[in-house]
Structures are given as structure tokens and as C-alpha cells.
């Protein structure tokens, strides 16, 4: 049986700090928060971000890569799981679109604290249109492409510029979920509510599977109507 290894000072040190800035960057973003802030919230020297992580950027960067290592690696063993299980056919757009949302929806309802915070993080940056999407791209386009090698296997006649726009909605919601704003809570009287993330876990695969199936099912339909309409096409 492994035993876990004892953390030095320095490493309990880093982590405090990578802990107490993943708080505050999610709480008032980037710009919002300074060196001394997040070296207070950890009782700790702001001379020991420059030492660790040489700045306030650099630390941010740092806060994204460590728990983006840690999803990407089990997204892409769910994903692998359910196509070893599925065989030959391969899985179901539900099945790839819940291996791919999967790892997110249960670290935010069973992880631990920072997950929340976390998530709310990447909410921030993926809606930041300066910078943004080049940070998103930097941490998660492989894990992306390699769901949406896996949903043309499943989609075998959708052109891939429908794959795209449904994979940008399917990120729109994933972000809406993870920002637990209470409106669908106001919205239903009470009856649904936004952090309610287990109700979205049970219903969000088939309900973004359906949007893949239509919009490549419209586009499939269109391109057959445009090319009955070609010239000598009936001859």
C-alpha cells in the first residue's frame, strides 16, 4: 500500500498560495486582485509569489494548470472507458458528451471547496474577449479535439462546422452552470435551482446530444435539397 508523502514547508507554503489565489481570482477576477492580497489571504510573505512563481501572471497560469492537468487526464480516461466498453460501434453521442461533462459536474458537487472556485474561474476567462480564449486554448483545445474526434466517429455525415457550434453551446451551458447565478432559481419560483448541479448531470448529455443530432441532421437535409436542385441532377 503506497504511502502519501509528506509535504515540506515549501510545498504547503506554494499550495497556500495557489489556494488563496484561485479564492480571490474567482471572487474578483485577475485584475482585481493584488500580490499582497493573495499573500495575506495565505499568511504569507508577498515576496514568496516572486520566489515560487516569479509573478502575479505567472501564478495565475499556475492556478489554471493545476487542476486543468488534473481534468483533462481523467476526461480523457472516461472518454477512453466508454469507447473500450462500447465496442466496435463505438459510444453514444450521450455517452461522449457525459464522459466529456462528467469529471466537471462531479468535482463541482463532490470536490473540495477550491473546485467551486475553480470553476467559476474558467467562467470569467472563457467570457474575457481580450485574453480569454487564448488561455482556454492553452490549457483545454487538446482534450476538446480529442471529444470531438470521438463525436465524428459518432456523427459520421455531420461537417464539422456544425460539430463546432454545437460543441460552442454545449461550452455556453457548462459555463451558465458553473456560475450559479440564481436566475433559474427565480425564473422557476423555486423550482429549479442553479446549484442544483446534480439535476443538471442528469439531464445535460441528452439535452446537448439532441442539439448535435438536429443541427447535423438540418445541415445533412439542406445539402441533400440543394443538390436535387442542381442542374441534371433528375436526368
Known amino acids: 500500500m503506497a504511502v502519501a508523502r509528506k509535504l515540506s514547508r515549501g510545498e504547503i507554503t506554494r499550495e497556500k498560495l495557489l489556494d488563496s489565489a484561485e479564492k480571490l481570482f474567482a471572487l474578483k477576477g485577475f485584475h482585481g486582485v493584488t500580490v499582497r492580497a493573495i499573500a495575506r489571504e495565505a499568511d504569507s510573505d508577498p515576496a514568496l509569489v516572486a520566489y515560487y512563481f516569479g509573478g502575479k501572471r505567472e501564478l495565475f497560469d499556475e492556478v489554471l494548470l493545476r487542476r486543468a492537468e488534473q481534468l483533462n487526464q481523467i476526461r ?3 472518454l477512453e472507458a466508454c469507447e473500450r466498453a462500447a465496442g466496435p460501434e463505438g459510444p453514444t453521442v450521450e455517452e461522449i458528451i457525459a464522459a466529456f461533462t462528467h469529471p466537471l459536474l462531479d468535482r463541482s458537487i463532490h470536490g473540495d471547496p477550491g473546485w467551486k472556485s475553480y470553476f467559476a474561474l474558467i467562467g470569467q476567462i ?10 482556454m486554448s492553452k490549457y483545454f483545445d487538446p482534450i476538446v479535439r480529442r471529444f470531438l474526434q470521438s463525436l465524428r466517429k459518432a456523427l ?34 423555486g423550482l429549479c435551482k442553479s446549484s442544483d448541479i446534480e439535476a443538471v448531470a442528469d439531464r445535460l448529455p441528452e439535452f446537448i446530444a439532441a442539439g448535435f443530432r438536429r443541427l447535423c441532421a438540418r445541415d445533412a437535409a439542406a445539402r441533400a435539397e440543394r443538390a436535387r436542385a442542381e442542374p441534371g441532377q433528375d436526368a
Open 76 to 78: 480523457l480516461q472516461e
Open 156 to 189: 459520421p455525415d455531420c461537417r464539422d462546422e456544425e460539430l463546432f457550434w454545437s460543441y460552442h453551446f454545449l461550452s455556453g451551458a457548462l459555463v451558465l452552470t458553473f456560475a450559479e447565478t440564481g436566475r433559474i432559481d427565480s425564473l422557476s419560483g
Open 126 to 135: 472563457t467570457n474575457a474577449p481580450d485574453w480569454g480564449g487564448a488561455v
